[in-house]
Nanobody
Framework: EVRLVESGGSVVQAGGSLRLSCAAPGFNFDGYAIGWIREAPGKDREGVVCISSEDGSITYLDSVKGRFIISTDAAKNTVYLEMNNLKPEDTALYSC?????????????????WGQGTLVTVSS
């Protein structure tokens, strides 16, 4: 079990933007499916975005398409999630994850590493 470290969560007004970061001390993202998962209060976890370990293709959750962008910095071994035009329904604990593959599109499966998450609160 490897722990990733997320940061960047905050309270923001609807329509605002945030950039989340995910650092991986002692862990190399190469060869893994990488993505972000969120858990909103009272709801099941859902995969926000996943980068395929096979071909690098990116799949976003339908509700965030066109608003969220995932990126990676290999030199810093860091993954980012840029979130724009935030909505109250985006309020959740966001965790980054690395696993064997993407499933159901935007879900990172067979996890090898994940973090404790960073909280994003969007006020209306």
């Amino acid at each position: 079990e490897v722990r990733l470290v997320e940061s960047g969560g905050s309270v923001v007004q609807a329509g605002g933007s945030l950039r989340l970061s995910c650092a991986a001390p002692g862990f190399n993202f190469d060869g893994y499916a990488i993505g972000w998962i969120r858990e909103a209060p009272g709801k099941d976890r859902e995969g926000v975005v996943c980068i395929s370990s096979e071909d690098g293709s990116i799949t976003y959750l339908d509700s965030v398409k066109g608003r969220f962008i995932i990126s990676t910095d290999a030199a810093k071994n860091t993954v980012y999630l840029e979130m724009n035009n935030l909505k109250p329904e985006d309020t959740a604990l966001y965790s980054c994850a690395a696993g064997a593959y993407c499933s159901d599109g935007s879900w990172v499966d067979a996890l090898d590493a994940w973090g404790q998450g960073t909280l994003v609160t969007v006020s209306s």
